[in-house]
């Protein structure tokens, strides 16, 4: 079945950048996405990328995809406090349009 | 700009009550869909809905129903609420292209 796994946290220091990665499994997914959940809130959309693509940068984001590899990624330049969230990965299945998401990486931004 | 909006934000139910949770979309989107977020286990699909009309089974539908009342409204109903059924529901809403928009979540304890 489909599946779309992350690692469950990521610790960076301020000012560092943070690379968040994920691996999917469905080769015929038509976009791929990064979602952001603050603590108490919903999940925002962050970024997407289409799948004919390969990066695709958006100020201090950059997600890159290798298709072939089925890798999704996810930097954060200049990470700062306010980027302390949980990030889920997620891809839309072609087949039937469903987006299948990550358990969600917790990102934990050290002084 | 409401986007998805989830009505209640917190409630709580002794076992074995009822109870319906509201959730409308101003976007004019066809696609709708209720999940549960548990810790450690990411977002599960209780129920979706791709068009007014239809609603389908997801990845843990026992225990709840749904209703699309029409193309803005989905909600979600717990006919007798047991303990394993605490947790945040979210709903949201698509199109084919974009991701989901998410609504702010419910917080429901059962006890």
Redesign the interface.
């Known amino acids: 079945g489909e599946d779309v796994e992350q690692s469950?946290f990521l610790s960076v220091r301020e000012g560092d950048s943070s690379v968040i990665n994920c691996t999917y499994t469905d080769s015929s997914s038509t976009?791929l996405?990064w979602?952001k959940q603050e603590p108490g809130?919903?999940?925002?959309?962050l970024t997407?990328i289409f799948s004919n693509m390969d990066m695709k940068q958006d100020q201090r984001l950059t997600v890159l995809l290798n298709k072939k590899d089925k890798h999704l990624s996810l930097r954060i330049a200049d990470t700062q406090t306010g980027d302390s969230a949980i990030y889920?990965c997620?891809e839309?299945l072609n087949r039937d349009?469903?987006?299948i998401?990550?358990?969600?990486t917790r990102l934990h931004i050290l002084p | 700009n409401a986007g998805?909006t989830q009505t209640p934000k917190f409630q709580v139910l002794k076992t074995g009550q009822s109870m319906t949770l509201q959730c409308a979309q101003d976007m004019n989107h066809n696609?709708m869909y209720w999940y549960r977020q548990d810790p450690?286990?990411?977002?599960r699909?209780i129920y979706?809905s791709?068009s007014e009309g239809t609603t389908d089974k997801g990845e843990v539908p026992n225990g709840y129903n749904v209703s699309r009342l029409n193309k803005r409204e989905f909600s979600l109903r717990l006919e007798s609420a047991a303990p394993s059924q605490t947790s945040v529901y979210?709903c949201?809403s698509?199109e084919?292209?974009?991701?989901?928009?998410?609504?702010?979540?419910t917080r429901l304890t059962v006890v």
């Open positions: 469950l976009y996405y979602y809130a919903g999940l925002q959309l997407y889920f997620a839309r349009d469903k987006i998401f990550g358990k969600g | 998805v696609s450690g286990m990411g977002l699909l979706y791709a979210f949201a698509s084919p292209v974009g991701g989901y928009t998410f609504g702010s979540g």
